[in-house]
């Protein structure tokens, strides 16, 4: 979804741009994660299309060494399967709880999130691959794309935002809720109607070039 002005290149691959599949601690958490587990489970991602399951054995039994171990096809030509240890960590939060991280198997790093991009064998860090952020490559009209896309599918819109009205109130959300985010979504089309004229100026300030 491009505009006038919108769309840097260059800069180190994004876990978008590479595909990536992605696991992150807060889904665990939120599944229950804690000491004193022990288990497996499979996990169904979608990969190009087709169904790519990572199967994943919790161990928090012991304190000083809770893990995860994974049982996965690499993303390579010749998908070998292969089972390797990725090592958790938790940290207490100030108003209590613990925070969940992984230990990345290629740097030792401390991460919320582990990427499998195309071309890659096991889960790793966004610092072992070197990917960069999308946000990154954005300017400020692909930013208020991005955040206008997530604040329209926020409101249960689907699809292009910018031109659109703000869906009814979904029956599950509360009116406050509903008014806090058409506030929101309308901040952002005006924004966007900004940089877009911006981008226009910009243009058309250019001098055209003899042929």
Not at 14 to 23: A, D, I, K, R
Not at 123 to 130: E, K, T, V
Not at 182 to 209: E, H, M, Q, S, T
């Amino acid at each position: 979804m491009g505009g006038i002005g919108s769309g840097r290149t260059g800069g180190r691959p994004t876990y978008e741009s590479t595909g990536s599949l992605v696991l992150r601690t807060t889904r665990f958490a939120r599944a229950g994660l804690r000491f004193g587990l022990r288990g497996g489970a499979t996990l169904a991602f979608t990969c190009d299309g087709e169904s790519f399951p990572v199967a994943v054995t919790i161990d928090t039994m012991d304190p000083d060494r809770p893990y995860i171990e994974l049982n996965h096809a690499q993303r390579t030509q010749t998908a070998e399967t292969g089972t390797y240890i990725v090592s958790l960590e938790a940290t207490p939060q100030p108003f209590g709880g613990l925070r969940w991280w992984f230990r990345c198997p290629r740097t030792g790093r401390r991460a919320v999130r582990l990427f499998l991009p195309r071309g890659g064998h096991c889960f790793w860090s966004r610092h072992a691959y070197g990917l960069g952020y999308a946000s990154q490559r954005e300017d400020r009209m692909g930013c208020i794309q991005r955040q206008g896309l997530k604040a329209y599918a926020a409101l249960g819109g689907q699809g292009y935002w910018w031109d659109n009205e703000p869906p009814p109130k979904p029956k599950w959300m509360r009116w406050a809720t509903y008014r806090r985010k058409v506030k929101r979504f309308n901040a952002l089309k005006g924004d966007y109607d900004v940089a877009w004229i911006a981008g226009a100026n910009r243009i058309l300030a250019r001098p055209l070039k003899r042929r």
